[in-house]
């Protein structure tokens, strides 16, 4: 039993050796047990048996050892041995091989019992494999909820006030106890921690003060975190062995528990973080917290940085976290929290800076916008006086959407149509009415600055509209195909078809010149494109670039040829990419733009033809003009995700994570999602092809859920070849299995070498927990002889056999050539069932075609054994859900019977495999469904054994 002071394990043991009935003996170590020649004089004292074996110094420790416990187990059943940490801290060698030799002179029906502070020695840790020895930590030991709520209940309190307790105390037995005796403070919230106090001196002398000096300082500079990271505790304390002594805290039960799945994270329980920091020192408490508060913003918890920046007071800090990540969390939707961060700071430090300004105006203003008005008009000249162009813009967008939106005075609306037309902006464009141009303009200042926001949708018809008024086509061409672009791009696809649906009325309309076609040809193929509708997205892209020839017409071309190229190379279409990558090259046209997409077009083509080397240059080369060009956030994106796909399929790792580094950066700075999705599936494709398992998951995660979200099933690149790979990842790992099953059928795509079995094929056979075909995701009517054929050939395993085993199996008692004349009649109707080349046939070879077919058998078999090998918490679940019962429960033929034990021996083994590493990192809902899946028999009481004593209800 492991655990801190106050766990309990001696009351523990002392219960199940009173209850138990067996004949015990307990020994309380000290530091002169470090010579464990000392243990047996005492021991034998106690029993007072000469039998015993008299203990004579210098001998063979192992051998006289092995012998002492032998006779000492004849004359008791259970020997306790408390407060183990001292001996080993005087002297591990002697007391741990000591240990060993009590632990395997142990009798089957008797039971030793070891109580310690801190984790056994090696030689006493590495028979828990072998089954000798088991393991009682924390995770046991600390009251769970419900039992918390239970022991109060006897003593008067409720529920509620029992769930603080719980929170209060993390479980800790101790602190539940002290509770119930009265030596703590009434409520929670009244925890109150000063040198005198029971609870005090209990955690200073028995707790704290019996750890390691290392693990006494990381605990303590880690105490303002209210979650700590590996990287958190190694940038606040500097050591670089943190996480290990936040690792071994949590095994004592020191900190609440690990939690997280893909970053693992430690939490302090409210009392023991209130405890340390009486131990820190104002200047500590100082320092700490600036550590603290950056490491909670490198780590991305936002929020709890600016918490403790409140509670330290720290306002220089909480100003830089709203300064640095508001856009970000306001794009989110989270524009409250930032309002909660802007409201903490004194009123004169908002009151002198433009930005804090302007995200109090913006964030608190919504019920009251004439003041909000009035305070941009503030705003705007802080930006102004500064000479803060992004301000500037920021806060006239804000500004004039609220005087055009808000039932406010007609001179607000003026005051800033006037601010605009005395902008460097507005003349740049030329003799346009102002009131259009304002429109226009707000219009496309919230498409680049909020993508796929409605107010952006709204603001883009309204400019349309404002357009249609001035009788001016062009404005209303480019209001409504920048903002259909946008919207594709963002991931609004909604957004996008309104815009282009606005387009086409004007399509319509008597005053539609001829160059207006292509600009809604451009929109209508990206739309088309980003919805899956490939063959469309071509088709339309074509007729568009055939009006531009007829017309004599340039604008929009380059767009519209790179867009049919996006839709093309998706459908394998060797002849329409050559043709349209040399229609981007003959366009008559100069400038940096167009050199760009033709960098671009070339590199596609040239991965559509297999030469990597050729295209990562082409798509270097389109990235480099993008950067210096300082194009949009959107073409370098793409050009940053097409370059660093090829450099992982070529090998070159540093260069591609560079790229992955950038391209994350910018999907922040962006928030745009189709930039995160693409930066996520970078992520992901690299990290799988490094070696880095948890960087896939959490790229894939990112990455599917993003493309799951905006409805699409991929975003140009990369490649489907690395796509197909990648999408086989995620369904072995379920990541968004609906999604990417979607996607898969949309893109047409081949399965990858060893696809799993949540790929799309045209035939399913389930055999487990029943029996059923499906073909084209429809009952194929499959039965009789083709159905035991087929079965028989599923428990032949995933290789091909040999014709004349499965005609024995089938047929046992046919004689001559009958068995195999059955076979072949049988194989015959089977094929014409599900397709000739379901079934495949190869010198004498039968077996099931693995690129046709889909076998559940198979792929649950594959998954246990990878669990197996490599166990995880997060497989269990997975392969579970896979196991949905016995393969062909009803079949009592001697092969389906080998084939159904060999299974069910495979799912206890992976389970058990986990299971003995680390129980409680899985439901116990999905150890019963397991449980009761296994049914009787050996796997199951295997698995019930690795379980432990946690689950024996179970």
């Not at 015993?52 to 006779?71: N, W």
């Not at 004039?400 to 406010?408: G, K, L, N, P, R």
């Not at 791009?489 to 957004?495: A, E, F, Q, R, S």
Request: a negative charge; aromatic letters at 6%.
């Amino acid at each position: 039993m492991l655990g801190p002071a106050g766990a309990g394990k001696s009351t523990l043991a002392a219960s199940y050796a009173g209850q138990s009935g067996r004949r015990s003996l307990w020994y309380r170590a000290d530091m002169t047990d470090a010579d464990p020649w000392t243990i047996f004089h005492y021991l034998r004292r106690m029993v007072r048996m000469r039998s015993l074996p008299r203990p004579t110094s210098g001998g063979a420790l192992g051998v006289f050892a092995g012998r002492f416990f032998e006779a000492l187990f004849q004359q008791i059943d259970m020997l306790v041995i408390d407060d183990c940490q001292v001996a080993l801290d005087a002297g591990p060698e002697g007391f741990g091989e000591l240990l060993r030799a009590a632990v395997l002179a142990l009798p089957p029906d008797a039971r030793l019992l070891m109580l310690s502070r801190r984790e056994p020695p090696p030689t006493v840790s590495g028979l828990v494999p072998r089954g000798l020895v088991s393991m009682l930590g924390w995770s046991e030991l600390s009251f769970t909820r419900s039992e918390t709520e239970a022991l109060l209940e006897r003593h008067g309190t409720d529920a509620v006030k029992a769930d603080q307790i719980h929170d209060w105390t993390g479980g800790w037995p101790a602190g539940l106890a002290m509770w119930v005796g009265g030596a703590m403070p009434a409520l929670p919230s009244q925890l109150s921690l000063e040198p005198g106090q029971p609870l005090f001196d209990f955690l200073s002398t028995e707790v704290f003060g019996s750890l390691d000096v290392p693990m006494q300082l990381v605990l303590k500079q880690t105490c303002l975190l209210p979650t700590i990271t590996a990287k958190a505790a190694q940038t606040v304390t500097g050591d670089e062995d943190a996480p290990r002594h936040l690792r071994r805290a949590t095994r004592l039960g020191l900190c609440v528990n690990e939690i997280g799945s893909e970053i693992l994270t430690h939490r302090l329980h409210p009392l023991w973080a209130a405890f340390l920091r009486t131990r820190l020192s104002p200047e500590d408490e100082s320092l700490l917290g600036l550590r603290s508060i950056d490491a909670l913003e490198e780590d991305g918890d936002l929020e709890a940085a600016a918490e403790l920046a409140k509670e330290l007071e720290r306002w220089d800090r909480l100003a830089a976290i709203c300064r640095a990540h508001a856009p970000v969390m306001a794009a989110a939707g989270r524009r409250a929290t930032v309002a909660r961060w802007v409201s903490a700071l004194p009123r004169e430090q908002v009151d002198e800076d433009g930005w804090l300004r302007y995200w109090r105006a913006v964030t608190t203003g919504a019920y009251a916008p004439a003041a909000m008005s009035d305070e941009l008009v503030i705003v705007l000249g802080l930006h102004t006086e500064g000479g803060d162009h992004v301000g500037v813009c920021l806060a006239w967008a804000e500004g004039a959407q609220v005087a055009s939106t808000s039932a406010i005075s007609a001179a607000s609306l003026e005051h800033w149509l006037d601010a605009w037309t005395t902008s460097a902006v507005e003349s740049r464009l030329g003799d346009v009415p102002t009131a259009v141009v304002a429109h226009v303009s707000i219009a496309m200042t919230l498409l680049l600055r909020m993508l796929g926001d409605h107010e952006a949708a709204r603001w883009a018809d309204r400019a349309l509209c404002e357009a249609r008024r001035a009788e001016d086509t062009d404005l209303e061409v480019m209001a409504g195909a920048i903002a259909s672009l946008h919207f594709g791009v963002g991931g609004d696809l909604p957004g996008a078809a309104r815009a282009l649906g606005r387009l086409e009325q004007l399509a319509h309309g008597p005053r539609f010149e001829p160059h207006a076609t292509l600009a809604l040809g451009a929109g209508r193929s990206l739309y088309e494109y980003l919805a899956g509708h490939y063959q469309v997205a071509k088709d339309t892209a074509l007729e568009a670039i055939e009006v531009g020839k007829q017309q004599g017409i340039l604008v929009w071309r380059d767009a519209v040829c790179t867009y049919g190229l996006f839709a093309s190379f998706v459908l394998d279409d060797q002849d329409a990419c050559e043709a349209l990558v040399e229609e981007i090259h003959a366009l008559p046209l100069r400038g940096a733009v167009l050199d760009i997409n033709r960098h671009l077009a070339t590199g596609m083509l040239a991965e559509h033809r297999g030469a990597l080397v050729e295209a990562e240059r082409a798509v270097a080369a389109a990235l480099a003009g993008m950067r210096s060009l300082g194009a949009d956030p959107t073409g370098r994106a793409l050009a940053m995700s097409g370059n660093g796909h090829l450099l992982i399929q070529l090998s070159r790792f540093a260069e591609a994570g560079e790229l992955v580094r950038e391209l994350e950066a910018l999907a922040t700075h962006s928030k745009m999602v189709t930039i995160d999705h693409w930066a996520s599936l970078l992520s992901a494709h690299l990290a799988g092809e490094t070696g880095d398992p948890e960087g896939e998951v959490r790229g894939l995660s990112r990455a599917l859920q993003a493309a799951a979200r905006m409805g699409t099933p991929q975003l140009i690149f990369p490649s489907t070849r690395v796509l197909s790979g990648l999408f086989g990842r995620a369904l072995e790992l379920d990541i968004e299995v609906a999604h990417v099953a979607r996607a898969i059928r949309a893109l047409g795509l081949p399965p990858p070498p060893g696809a799993p079995y949540g790929w799309p094929r045209p035939i399913e056979v389930r055999t487990l927990g029943g029996f059923d075909v499906l073909r084209d995701e429809q009952p194929a009517g499959v039965s009789g002889g083709p159905a035991r054929l087929l079965q028989a050939l599923v428990a032949a395993g995933s290789c091909e056999v040999r014709h004349e085993r499965i005609a024995d199996d089938l047929w046992p008692d046919a004689e001559g050539d009958a068995a195999r004349r059955s076979l072949d009649t049988t194989l015959h109707r089977l094929r014409r069932a599900l397709g000739r080349d379901a079934v495949a046939l190869d010198r004498g070879l039968i077996g099931i075609a693995s690129e046709r077919c889909a076998v559940d058998a198979y792929a649950f078999e594959k998954a246990a054994s990878r669990l197996a090998a490599n166990p995880s918490p997060r497989g269990v679940r997975p392969l579970v859900t896979l196991y949905r019962g016995p393969f062909l429960p009803h079949l009592d033929e001697p092969w389906a019977a080998a084939y159904r034990g060999k299974l069910a021996l495979a799912l206890g083994r992976a389970l058990s495999a986990v299971a003995e590493r680390d129980v409680s990192g899985v439901d116990e809902d999905v150890w019963a469904l397991a449980l009761e899946r296994l049914g009787p028999g050996d796997a199951a009481e295997r698995l019930r054994a690795s379980l432990g004593g946690r689950f024996s209800a179970l």
